[in-house]
């Protein structure tokens, strides 16, 4: 299966500001998905990312405040845009699947965000 | 809709003891089933799965099998280990163009010596 690195592994940012991260994945894979797990919760999907347009976003979520770009197969990148400290969460990007059901899908190691 | 409901943690056991963590899932469609594991610091790692009823999905120990009819999806392992120590999560997935996992909220396992 497919290894995700990403980065940044942590980062502590000013309110107001702005992080992007970032996940390669080291072969080609159909989809992506970026996800945020907050303090002892569980994890949400925030966007499906697509190859090539513009992502899908799940309710609660908009691409202004999370945008997401995937130029291509193996790479795709996450915005926190205007940050506060309810961004605080670790974020996580996922990919995989070649649309057969049941494919497990591979995790990055995550990033660790804390807002101040 | 989609949901997956886990067993409250957190969960604390002695080594060798038996481990059972209730899933159970709400499905529109026909899901597949996972297990994951976060161990401390680090990202969640594929543990093991099933994609349909009565498959027994095992790995490191675990399994866990689809049961159609009790809608579950049950973790057990028969001795732990203190490196059994992480947060496991329950998901489903189902192919409505594009396949999403639905988590549950994440049982925290301890492992005591």
């Known amino acids: 299966s497919a290894v995700i690195s990403q980065k940044p592994s942590r980062d502590i940012c000013q309110r107001g500001t702005s992080l992007t991260i970032q996940c390669q994945v080291d072969s080609q894979v159909t989809m992506m998905f970026w996800y945020r797990q907050q303090p002892g919760q569980s994890l949400t999907l925030i966007a499906t990312a697509n190859q090539g347009s513009e992502a899908t976003y799940e309710s609660g979520f908009v691409i202004d405040k999370f945008p997401i770009s995937r130029p291509n197969l193996t790479f795709s990148t996450l915005t926190v845009s205007n940050m506060s400290p309810e961004d605080s969460s670790i974020y996580l990007c996922?990919?995989?699947?070649?649309?057969?059901?049941?494919?497990?899908?591979?995790f990055g190691s995550g990033t660790r965000l804390t807002v101040v | 809709g989609n949901s997956v409901t886990q067993m409250e943690g957190p969960v604390t056991l002695s080594e060798e003891a038996f481990l059972t963590i209730n899933c159970t899932y709400t499905?529109?469609?026909?899901?597949?089933l996972f297990w994951y594991v976060q161990y401390p610091g680090e990202g969640l790692q594929l543990l093991l799965k099933?994609?349909?009823?009565?498959d027994k999905g095992s790995n490191k120990g675990f399994e866990a099998t689809y049961r159609k009819e009790t809608t579950s999806f049950h973790l057990e392992k028969g001795s732990v280990q203190v490196s059994d120590s992480a947060v496991y999560f329950c998901a489903l997935s189902v192919i409505q163009g594009a396949q999403k996992l639905v988590f549950g909220q994440g049982t925290r396992l301890t492992i005591n010596p």
């Open positions: 996922s990919g995989g699947g070649q649309g057969a059901q049941g494919y497990g899908y591979t």
């Open positions: 499905a529109t469609g026909y899901p597949s």
């Open positions: 099933a994609t349909k009823a009565d």
